[in-house]
């Protein structure tokens, strides 16, 4: 009985573990079913996802930057080149402590004070992840003891690369402008301009002037290397390459020794000065001085540095060339003489008597010559070759300030002239309706007398009163100034650039007696001797003084009571050969007085450089000397 | 004794049927530990060693007459408790756990002693009150279950805690714990949730969120997961071919030979090969649940159904945590990841199951 009840109970008992049993079988069943569904999620549903994820785990685009393209003169002088240095580089995000780190770093290799100043100025306004030079043009020496040490300074590494230079320093910094590291606000125009990824690895670009106009040419096509890296970041082997494409070169217009010639005849003076070839808009010469040496500018500028350039009364950053703008004074002359002729308002053997003064009618105001007691009888001819003021009063009031402003339109005043330079400013040139715009005042007679001399509301750039040069002496076809000649790949292409924009129609007759005055303002008897004396060519030119301050009626100006900056800036146009042009120019001495005086010679150096070769004596025995050290 | 009586001998307590699973299984193993470090034949011959080793402990384990595996219950459970105890007073310090106990002559983890251990003591215990089995004993049991598995979670070492307390629980479950303590253990399991939850380590915690979103510490925690499941993923339904895994060869996956050797299999050999994998594992799960089904005595039927049921949440955890549905729990996929002990452990349990399969069938005849 008892043994039966046992049976039973060992039977009962099987029954129910082999229930708890096939229950966990459904348990093992119903998870392997889960594994498999997720298998089947992960490696058949998304497997598209997880085979990118892992592609972008193991592949690892690295951009190659491609080597920007050097800029050269018209005779191949080269004007910012590359060269390959060693800089010792650190990424902030990577080291915890920087000062000691860059303490360390300075026992191995010379940090200067100078070099921290930038440092601190690019910490400041850098990038997450990015990384900053501490020190740039490392000697083989410096590489060699930092390298031995380098496993002591994590985040901070040597990179070789190409460096900007440019060897004409400040004699080209305002026409080539220069490169820097690329800020936030470029990043963000690079991305509008759907350009961000060619810019992937580039840490420069063009920040003014040429290298900034021709960013897009210079810069290049960025290459991309398919690298497979491990988990660690090294590359294991590479998987695709697409080289880089170099930045084109770019040949400019410019003469270098041209400039570099006309910078130095500048002596003390400020100023600008741009030749232009009027038979096709070729820039020869771009100065504006003082200029600043752009190699300062390239890794960041250091704060010291900084403030001394733009604190300086000089103002060296001011390409004053393109933006400057200053009164035409008498370089208005000769295209007022020409509005005479076209409107017909003085034939040129009119004349009037110079009593060296001019008064409106119903005004006692006297207008004053700058020769007291005046230059006599002057016509037309006359009137351009001694600069008579009195003439030019009077005109000016026969004409009227709306003709005057629509006759100086024809010759680009008052316009940019589209120059290939990015910030050109437009000058100013009154009417009756733009001092209604502006001022909401009506137009006095008294305005219209002094702007017959360039004084007054008028302003202009150096660059167009260049080009109003070129262009007449073009015979009024002014063709479009510009400083680049070829683009590497496109030698002997007709650049959009070279074509007339300008066409005054001008009678021959008009012409050839204004031109004859030019010419007759640099012989005796002129008012710009020093420019054409002893010369074998002829020079057509023409004198301007742009008042800096106005003086009071009967007051008379005296240079040397007037301080330096207040003095009178110094005009003076010029082309040659007077009779087949081959450059023409605007030379601007800031408070340099009369244009003669100081103007004129400045001009002279130019000319007898650009037509004869003839190298001024200073800068003679300075190229002597480098020749002697550089044997 | 000839060669072939000397076989006979050799193979009189070996079951073929699970023997050939377990061949299967550690041949997949070879060939994907191969792989997974780059082609390093030191690491097979290792592995070699440790089957070796772990096979022997099996023959021997196999050959052993049941009722001495009932002797030494109560006295390893023992001596594993006093060793767990060690462990927590003396117990060396490496990665931030204290799992080592030295002893002098070897380093051991007695918490690996206690996965055959404790389900073998509760498997004693209930077999000794089988005739009078109430509340109570389970009651009993559980402790016995508790204590131990408390010990491991202090380590902390949370994979084999799981497992522990998983092979405790089948034998419970088994042992006809009651459906009504079984719904009240869960409902109290659910309430102490926010207290447990306190007393996890920092880093526990944060496998535990990691699974919920790997992607929010990517390079953090979050990292063994993501690179993983893109491991499995990006292999596909045929996988990238042997030795061809970008995320295995270019270092991505972490701890590849061990706890991530299936990620290595699933990217190389696809679901595809993942299919045969379980197919294998589901050939020895089954093949144990027959032997279970067998089983004649009580004990053996409890010890038995534990080792399979253990053998295939040890499989289910470690292929849940590589392909992303179980947090990170140090879990190592049975016979196939590299290792010694967990090897050992593993072919200790099929010993005993094949002592119980092989001896009773000698008694039925």
């Known amino acids: ?97 920087m000062q000691a780190t860059i303490a360390e770093i300075g026992k191995l290799v010379e940090i200067k004070p100078k070099d921290l100043r930038r440092f601190k100025k690019l910490m400041s306004e850098r990038r997450s992840l990015q990384t900053l030079p501490i020190r740039t043009r490392l000697s083989d020496e410096e590489v060699a003891r930092f390298a031995s040490q ?35 606000q470029e ?79 500048f002596g003390d003076y400020r100023g600008a000065l741009v030749a232009i070839d009027p038979n096709n808009g070729e820039v020869l010469a771009f100065v504006s001085k003082p200029g600043y040496d752009p190699n300062l500018f390239i890794d960041g500028i250091d704060t010291e540095n900084w403030e001394a350039l733009n604190n300086s009364p000089d103002v060296p950053l001011n390409n004053r060339a393109l933006r400057g703008q200053y009164p035409m004074g008498s370089t208005i002359k ?88 990015e910030g050109e400013v437009s000058g100013l040139l009154p009417s009756t309706a733009w001092k209604m715009k502006r001022y909401n005042q009506v137009w006095y007679p008294g305005d219209t007398v002094s702007a017959g001399i360039g004084q007054g509301y008028h302003l202009i750039t150096p660059l167009q009163l260049a080009f109003a040069t070129a262009t007449l002496a073009n015979d009024g076809v ?98 040659a050969p007077a009779d087949k042009p081959r450059i023409a120019m605007a030379v601007l001495a800031e408070n340099g007085g009369h244009g003669g005086g100081t103007a004129a010679p400045i001009a002279r150096k130019v000319l007898d450089y650009y037509l004869l070769g003839k190298v001024p004596t200073p800068l003679k025995k300075a190229d002597e000397k480098a020749a002697v050290q550089s044997d | 004794m000839n060669i072939r009586q000397l076989k006979q ?54 050959n052993m007459p049941l009722h001495w595996l009932m002797r030494i219950a109560l006295p390893l459970y023992l001596l594993g408790m006093i060793l767990l105890i060690g462990v927590a007073l003396f117990g060396d310090i490496s990665h931030g756990a204290r799992r080592w106990l030295n002893l002098g002559v070897a380093v051991i983890q007695p918490s690996e002693l206690m ?22 004993n389970h009651f009993i049991a559980a402790i016995l279950l508790v204590m131990p598995v408390a010990l491991i979670v202090r380590q902390p070492d949370l994979g084999t805690s799981i497992l522990i307390a998983a092979s405790g629980f089948y034998v419970l479950f088994l042992a006809g714990l009651s459906w009504r303590l079984m719904g009240a253990l869960f409902v109290g399991a659910l309430a102490s949730a926010p207290f447990a939850w306190g007393m996890l380590h920092d880093y526990q915690r944060h496998r535990v969120m990691m699974l919920f979103d790997p992607s929010q510490d990517a390079l953090g925690k979050g990292y063994h997961t993501i690179q993983g499941m893109i491991a499995v993923g990006s292999g596909g339904f045929f996988g990238k071919g042997y ?90 996929l049975p016979l196939l990841s590299y290792g010694g002990t967990s090897m050992l452990t593993l072919m200790l349990g099929f010993g005993v199951l094949m002592s119980i399969h092989t001896h009773q069938r000698l008694v039925k005849t």
């Open chain 1, 1 to 97: 009985m008892m043994s039966k009840i046992e049976l039973k109970d060992h039977q009962r008992e099987i029954y129910f573990f082999r229930l708890r049993l096939f229950l966990s079988l459904g348990f093992v069943g119903l998870m392997l079913f889960i594994l498999l569904l997720r298998f089947f999620y992960l490696q058949v549903i998304r497997h598209g996802h997880f085979e990118t994820m892992a592609e972008s785990n193991r592949i690892y685009v690295v951009p190659t930057v491609p080597n920007r393209g050097v800029i050269t003169d018209r005779n191949g002088v080269v004007l910012a080149r590359n060269y390959a240095g060693y800089t010792l580089e650190i990424t902030p995000d990577k080291v915890a402590d």
């Open chain 1, 187 to 265: 990043i963000t125009q690079l991305e509008d301009d759907d350009n961000a990824n060619n810019y992937l690895g580039s840490e420069y670009i063009g920040k003014t002037g040429i290298e900034q106009f021709y960013e897009n040419d210079l810069h290049g096509v960025t290459g991309f290397e398919q690298v497979e890296v491990d988990a660690g970041g090294r590359a294991v082997r590479m998987l695709s390459h697409t080289a880089p494409q170099s930045g084109k070169n770019l040949t400019l217009t410019l003469d270098a020794k041209l400039q570099e010639i006309a910078m130095q005849a």
């Open chain 1, 478 to 575: 002014g063709f479009q100034p510009h400083l680049v000649k070829d683009i590497q790949g496109q030698e002997g292409e007709p650049r959009p650039a070279t074509q007339a924009i300008l066409n005054v129609k001008i009678a021959p007759d008009d012409l050839a007696l204004v031109k004859r005055a030019l010419v007759a303002v640099t012989q005796p008897g002129g008012t710009a001797v020093a420019a054409n004396y002893g010369a074998p060519y002829s020079v057509a030119g023409k004198t301007g003084t742009a008042q800096v301050v106005s003086m009071k009626q009967g007051e008379k100006y005296d240079a040397s009571k007037v301080s330096e900056y207040n003095r009178d800036h110094a005009w003076f146009i010029a082309y």
């Open chain 2, 243 to 332: 030795m061809n895994g970008t995320q295995t060869h270019l270092d991505f996956l972490p701890e590849r030979s061990t706890d991530f050797i299936f990620a290595v299999f699933s990217e190389e050999f696809g679901f595809l090969g993942n299919l045969i994998l379980l197919a294998i594992y589901i050939f020895i799960i089954g093949r144990g649940f027959i032997i279970t089904a067998n089983a004649s005595t009580y004990f053996t039927r409890l010890m038995a159904g534990s080792i399979t049921l253990t053998f295939f949440t040890y499989t289910f955890v470690n292929m849940g945590m590589v392909t992303g549905i179980l947090p990170v729990v140090g879990v190592p």
């Open chain 2, 9 to 62: 001998r050799f193979m009189l307590h070996l079951d073929p049927v699970l023997l050939s699973g377990l061949g299967a299984l550690l041949l997949v193993s070879l060939i994907v530990l191969f792989s997974a470090t780059d082609g390093n034949w030191w690491r097979i011959v290792g592995q070699l060693v440790n089957i070796l080793v772990a096979f022997s402990a099996l023959w021997i384990v196999a």
């Open chain 2, 115 to 136: 996965k055959i251990a404790v389900p073998l003591m509760m498997a004693w215990y209930f077999e000794k009150h089988e005739a009078t089995l109430t509340w109570r």
């Open chain 1, 334 to 421: 000769p295209y007022m003489a020409l509005a005479a002729l076209h409107y017909k308002s003085r034939s040129p053997s009119y004349s009037i008597s110079d009593p060296g003064y001019y008064k409106l009618a119903g005004s006692s105001h006297q207008y004053r010559d700058w020769k007291a007691g005046g230059h006599g009888r002057v016509d037309m001819f006359k009137s351009i070759q001694v600069s008579c003021d009195t003439y030019y009063y009077g005109l000016a009031t026969e004409l009227g300030i709306d003709r005057m402003h629509d006759f100086l339109e024809l010759f680009g005043f008052g316009k940019k002239t589209g120059i290939d330079m």
């Open chain 1, 150 to 184: 380098r496993y002591r300074f994590p985040g901070v590494e040597i990179k070789a690369r190409l460096f900007r230079e440019y060897p004409l320093t400040d004699v080209t910094s305002h026409l080539l402008g220069y490169i820097g590291r690329i800020n936030q």
